[in-house]
């Protein structure tokens, strides 16, 4: 079935750097990925969407400049987190569709950030 | 603008007890998608069902099943015989489409479920 690897699962940064996520679909291409915020206890909101070769469409109060996503290519997207403060500590997910499984949305494993 | 509403925030059972999670979904769209999604606490998002509108058949898988109700915007999911491996956060999404593609999760607040042993 179709996968999608998150990269990295957990990481710990200092307050003022940028850390980057990346997210792969390992047997597919994904034309569309999804970035999700999860705080704990709470739901998973969508943060925004990138597609490949073109702009990301952000959802309503989420910082663009501070959220950089980049989707190069048909497998491969990234969500930078820039100049990171103790609150976008959070657990981050991202999610891929499948074109050959029509609406099928497949999720990564999740990154767990903690700012420090 | 889309909306889902789990009213349980926590859901408490023995194992063996049957238990229904709520689901109630808004939207605009004629055209859309609802999800089941568990998590459990490593944090994986586990893909249960997908249903779209125009498919209001009941499905049942093993223990699990759920009831598609659009009069009443319902998707509820019942877990029969429930087993202590069913404790975990329980989310129901929708994704509504549009021009042909569907957008991203809307994601209920989710229920978290804990079977007693």
């Known amino acids: 079935g179709a996968v999608v690897s998150q990269h990295p699962s957990r990481v710990i940064c200092k307050s003022g750097t940028s850390v980057k996520i990346e997210c792969r679909s390992l047997d597919f291409q994904a034309t569309t990925m999804f970035w999700y915020r999860q705080f704990p206890k709470q739901s998973l909101m969508l943060m925004a969407t990138?597609?490949?070769?073109?702009?990301?469409?952000?959802e309503q109060g989420v910082e663009k400049d501070k959220f950089l996503i980049n989707h190069a290519s048909l497998t491969l997207s990234t969500l930078t987190v820039t100049s990171a403060h103790p609150e976008d500590s959070s657990f981050y997910i991202c999610s891929a569709r499948d074109p050959g499984r029509g609406y099928g949305y497949t999720f990564g494993s999740g990154t767990r950030l903690t700012v420090v | 603008a889309q909306k889902v509403t789990q009213a349980q925030t926590e859901i408490s059972v023995v194992e063996k007890e049957d238990v229904t999670l709520d689901c109630v979904y808004e939207?605009?769209?004629?055209?859309?998608?609802l999800f089941w999604y568990k998590q459990p606490p490593s944090g994986e998002l586990v893909f249960l069902i997908r249903?779209?509108?125009?498919?209001?058949q009941n499905e049942i898988s093993g223990r699990y099943s759920w009831n598609f109700q659009k009069s009443t915007s319902s998707f509820n999911f019942t877990i029969t015989a429930s087993q202590v491996v069913d404790s975990a956060v329980y989310f129901c999404a929708l994704s509504e489409a549009q021009g042909g593609g569907a957008d991203g999760l809307t994601f209920g607040k989710g229920t978290h479920l804990i079977i007693q042993p």
């Open positions: 249903r779209n509108s125009f498919d209001e």
């Open positions: 990138s597609n490949e070769g073109s702009k990301a469409t952000y």
């Open positions: 939207t605009r769209d004629t055209t859309y998608y």
